[in-house]
């Protein structure tokens, strides 16, 4: 969709010009941009402040050299980052990534996406990001360990737990969590909220793990009750095995759907009659094996080479792996074999051309800023946790969650409504997430 601004489209040359060939966050800034069209007209105060033009510079950006020894005693290097995109309205927050593809770009689109989402959450949490180009695949307890111990050695004076706030993500679970926790705390001798995704014993938060998926799940089905569908004896797709796609496969499973395909990086498995989700938790969650071992034990089940995985037919598609796994392509096929609701679980996983085909063709489309938004808002919960020094039930985590999703899907709903998009949660979600940290950059003057 063009935009038709002159304010934006200048702002977006100014953008393009200065993160030059930054393509995930150039696609990040400008889906954006395509529903802040809907409003900008009507608020010139934020024009003439400059809002937009601040909001797509981060307030801070980092890079550091993580050096580590492998077990080979090879010295190795990678590059850390920490990018601390807007403070508004809460301390930076945001997960870590690790993984070979991590670049500028990649963390400057994820912090950016990370702004509206944490705003969506209603809690007061800004948008951050980070991670390393590091490949925890393969690498020896030993070898991570020393990995997480140099890159917090740097990052421990960027951080704190009313500054910036780091959790997990790809590559980043309670085993890294915890490594970096550990050196945080011997560095310096403070046992603090400084990393969300912490294990139970040191203050981590119950629902925490299964919160992004479990959220996934509550966000979907909201928005499947407007047009009177559930999950109930529906066929659903869902890309990755990570932490999000086996938390969400677990929720909708509960909410009595039938989880027919899983994928990795390298394939995915179809299992018609429902996948057996212990065995997949054991393979990736203990094991961190490999999804093609399934079809050797489920031998109902095939293991397909390849990313053919939205090519099956279903009712729901949960995209939860990784940034434009989805294709345009892809959006066809799941359109012509039925699908009637996509729900994004990882950060950005359909490209701008899928979504307008979902959009265009009445698809019931959740997007990530709004439906993964569960993860980080139990961590938000943590931080509660953490300060008031309690622990709260996994009841009563899991009920706030509840509500934070429910809460998102109508703020976002009547948003796309009284903003000219009735329907369209793209739009929805950018503007409602939007008009809080612009709001409150407002309230701050120029700074
Ligand atoms: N990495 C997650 C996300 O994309 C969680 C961030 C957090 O818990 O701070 O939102």
């Known amino acids: 969709m063009p935009v038709t601004s002159a304010y934006l489209n200048r702002v977006f040359a100014d953008v393009e010009k200065r993160n030059h060939g930054e393509k995930e966050f150039l696609q990040a800034v400008k889906e954006v941009f395509e529903s802040l069209d809907l409003i900008i007209e009507k608020r010139p105060d934020l024009v003439k402040a400059g809002i ?19 077990d080979q005693g090879i010295l190795r290097v990678n590059r850390g980052y920490r990018i601390q995109f807007n403070s508004a309205i809460g301390p930076y927050k945001g997960g870590l990534r690790f993984h070979p593809s991590v670049n500028t770009s990649i963390i400057k689109f994820l912090g950016f996406e990370q702004i509206f989402k944490n705003s969506l959450t209603s809690l007061p949490i800004g948008g951050a990001k980070g991670g390393a180009d ?39 679970g309670v085993r890294e969590i915890g490594f970096l926790f550990g050196q945080y705390k011997r560095i310096t001798n403070r046992f603090a909220g400084i990393l969300t995704g912490k294990g139970l014993s040191y203050g981590g938060s119950l629902v925490r793990t299964e919160a992004t998926g479990y959220g996934l799940c509550y966000f979907t089905e909201e928005m499947l009750n407007q047009r009177g569908k559930s999950f109930k004896d529906t066929p659903v797709l869902i890309s990755g095995s990570g932490n999000v796609a086996i938390f969400a496969a677990e929720k909708a499973i509960e909410m009595g759907a ?3 395909a899983l994928s990795d990086s390298n394939g995915f498995i179809h299992a018609p009659g429902g996948i057996n989700l ?56 799941l359109i012509k074999n039925g699908c009637f609701a996509v729900a994004e679980g990882a950060n950005m996983p359909s490209v701008p051309g899928a979504v307008e085909r979902f959009l265009k063709a009445g698809i019931l489309f959740g997007p990530a800023k709004a439906a993964n938004a569960g993860g980080v808002a139990t961590s938000a919960l943590e931080m509660s946790q953490n300060s008031i020094r309690l622990s709260w039930t996994f009841i009563e985590v899991d009920q706030r969650l509840q509500e934070i999703m429910r ?14 998009a009735p329907g369209n949660l793209v739009a929805g979600a950018n503007i409602a997430g939007f008009l809080k940290v612009a709001d409150a950059m407002l309230a701050y003057g120029v700074v």
Not at 407 to 420: L, M, P, Q, T, V
């Open 52 to 70: 937009i033009d601040r909001l797509v510079e981060p307030e801070r950006s980092i890079s550091f050299r993580v050096p580590w020894v492998d």
């Open 134 to 172: 590091f490949d925890p695949k393969g690498k020896s307890d030993g070898e991570v360990m020393r990995f997480c111990q140099s890159f917090m050695t740097e990052l421990h004076r960027h951080i704190d737990a009313d500054t910036d706030v780091p959790a997990g993500d790809i590559g980043v």
């Open 258 to 260: 039938r989880v027919i």
């Open 278 to 333: 212990d065995l997949v938790k054991e393979i990736k969650l203990v094991k961190r094996g490999r999804l093609a071992e399934y079809a050797d034990v489920e031998r109902s089940a095939t293991y397909h080479e390849g990313r053919g995985i939205w090519k099956l037919q279903c009712g729901i598609a949960l995209p939860c792996a990784t940034q434009n796994e989805l294709d345009e392509e892809d959006a066809a096929a």
């Open 407 to 420: 809460n998102i899907f109508k703020n976002i709903h009547d948003a796309s409504a009284a903003y000219g």
